[in-house]
């Protein structure tokens, strides 16, 4: 897919039932949903020029990132570029106007792939108040959140910007951010509001995980000759022990967290043949293993068993590893801060966000608008009335420091 939009502050077309909005159009549908406030027009054009531009994890996340920036005027900028595992250029920033200390707002400027997109992904439409496309709800309509709230607060109340990439693959922005940013590490911050789509719920902790790849070579030759390898019979071993890890995860209450919505941990596996036919042995089988885990549960004998099963059965096997699971507990400061302005009780959630690498700069707490239902979706969408709302809620975050 070619590159969709450029790194400027213009509006692009919003098509309702298959026409441009014109800009009263947009106008009135912003009113519509923020009460006539300029806060809810502000987000929704934001929101809209985002989703225009292609972020997808594979590819430069540039062009996102210059369009944002032209949105913070005022703003100290630290930039942190670096190149992914596939040689991509990638940035993420920093951004902070005001005093020292305080909380940040956080999101990811990267999406998942367009799989089974009917409507062009990156063309935004408004239908009924709600705004489709790719990255609408995640997590390009809350990071326009984000920075509207920030934009509009008071010279003297702190506001900071941790804007990430790669989160819905490595979370390597968010660890470069953690690792790297001068700025972020200067400020002293006492909070991050992670603003992936929670209804506006506070989530005080979540899962993350470990990526296993386990490998089984074998030789290439035309099936019926016998003189191939099958790398498949040596990778069937291994497969074995990994389903009676995962029958363990799943149904030995001793690895259970009742706090989490499933309380067992996910196991989740994915085979590759890399598009061998079925007349050719298979001269490579690879399994992906995506294991999340919460932060109560002692796992180190789940990674041992996984560890063994590899060396005993001749497969090669990495590991990819997010940071500890981020939980903080329900009377933490930040928590009942966030409870208290948004009315709503804290909870976990199964999936993983960029926390679990933030948390090293400072507690987190996952708040923000949209639901996940759509995400990772052909219907991904967020209401623009969540949007709007979404602003004056991180302003009372910001502001709670001052």
């Known amino acids: 897919m070619p ?118 992904p990156w063309t935004p439409r408004i239908l009924d108040g709600v705004l489709h496309g790719l990255g609408s709800v995640d997590m390009k309509g809350p990071v326009a959140a984000c920075i509207i709230a920030a934009r509009g607060l008071p010279a003297h109340v702190p506001a900071t910007l941790l804007l990430t990439a790669d989160e819905e693959t490595s979370k390597q922005g968010a660890r470069i951010i953690a690792a790297q940013s001068k700025l972020a590490a200067s400020l002293g911050l006492q909070g991050i509001v992670v603003a992936e789509p929670t ?10 995980h470990i990526e296993y790849t386990a490998i089984a070579r074998g030789v290439q030759a035309h099936s019926s000759t016998g003189k191939g390898l099958n790398a498949n019979w040596v990778l069937i071993p291994f497969l074995a022990e990994m389903k009676a890890i995962y029958e363990k995860l799943r149904f030995d209450p001793a690895f259970h967290d009742a706090a989490y919505d499933p309380p067992f941990s996910d196991f989740n596996l994915v085979i590759d043949n890399h598009g061998t036919a079925v007349n050719v042995t298979v001269a490579q089988a690879s399994a992906r293993i995506k294991f999340r885990r ?109």
Not at 22 to 47: C, H, I, K, Y
Not at 199 to 208: E, I, K, T
Not at 307 to 333: Q, S
């Open 3 to 120: 590159m969709h939009g450029a790194a400027d502050s213009r509006l692009r077309p919003l098509a309702s039932d298959d026409q441009t909005l014109a800009p009263l159009a947009l106008r009135r549908a912003a009113r519509d949903a923020g009460g006539m406030s300029n806060d809810a027009e502000a987000v929704t054009r934001l929101a809209a020029d985002l989703v225009a531009i292609d972020s997808r994890s594979s590819v430069s996340n540039l062009p996102l990132a210059d369009r944002i920036e032209a949105e913070l005027a005022g703003f100290e900028i630290e930039r942190l570029d670096y190149t992914d595992a596939q040689g991509v250029a990638k940035r993420a920033l920093v951004a902070h106007r005001g005093p020292r200390g305080g909380y940040a707002l956080s999101g990811h400027m990267d999406t998942v792939p367009e799989t089974g997109w009917a409507n062009p």
């Open 199 to 208: 209804g506006l719920a506070p989530v005080r902790g979540h899962r993350s």
């Open 294 to 402: 919460s932060r109560r549960i002692d796992v180190s004998g789940i990674e041992a068993a996984v560890r063994a099963a590899a060396e005993r059965t001749g497969v090669e096997l990495t590991e990819r590893r997010e940071g500890t699971p981020p939980e903080l507990p329900v009377d933490h400061p930040l928590i009942q801060l966030a409870v208290g302005i948004t009315g709503h009780a804290a909870t976990t959630a199964p999936y993983g966000t960029d926390a679990s690498e933030l948390q090293e700069i400072a507690p987190c707490v996952i708040l923000g608008p949209g639901s996940i239902a759509t995400a990772h979706t052909p219907q991904e969408c967020v209401a623009l009335a969540d949007l709007a709302a979404a602003v004056p809620v991180f302003r009372q975050l910001l502001t709670a420091a001052s």
